[in-house]
């Protein structure tokens, strides 16, 4: 079976992620940085679902979005949900303990991941689910990265932000007639970007977590790149 170029830019990181996704939630101890980050687990576990249900539907349908009539989207929850509880079962043997409401935590991220694309084709999807995951992790991290991991805080925003910017060029070919690099698709395609990271950073800063200028300017590297 030929597998199209849309399947293959999600076949290969869902072999990657999953797996990943797996390992980590089996190693015994909570790693360094999720303790150092300050963050729930649940908003983790959610994040990780959300990803996972977007790999897995456009890996099987690459071309179409969720319609809730079909058996496929009714597949896709029931695999996710029962991978989930034998997730969760599993980690009873290497010395973490079940819960419940990171079930509920992982079920809430696929149903979310499967409403956004019942609304959005693939590719504003993609810019919808990153830009919700750079929002939560920023938004919801009670420590300050920047100082306790700061060249992993660095990268992190260097490369979601330059991400996001690259799949919302990929969404403006399909909205303005005028191609790059014209003025107003220059300006469209860093306004955006911009006024997205601008919003992320006052959330920040309202949830307690301060302005942080630094990462700021990280993030706009990561836009103009």
Known sequence: MTLSGRQKLTIIPLLLYWPAIFIATHIPKVPLWVIRAHMSDKTLHYIAYLV?????????????????RRAAVWWVLFVVAWYGVVDEW???YVGRNPDVVDFLANLTGAITSLIVLSIFPFWPASLVLTGAVIFVLTTFMQANMADRLPVTNAAFHLC????FSLLWTRCLHHLLPTKAPQPKWLAAALAVPTSFLL???LSSAVAGNG?????V????AGIAA
Request: with cysteine; hydrophobic share 60%; charged share 15%.
């Open 199 to 201: 919003a992320v950073e």
């Open 211 to 215: 302005f942080r200028l630094w990462c």
């Open 160 to 163: 979601a932000y330059g991400f």
């Open 90 to 92: 599993l980690q009873g």
């Open 217 to 220: 300017i990280i993030s706009a």
């Open 52 to 68: 996972l249900v977007f790999l897995l539907w456009f890996a099987i349908s690459p071309y179409k979005k969720v319609r809730w």
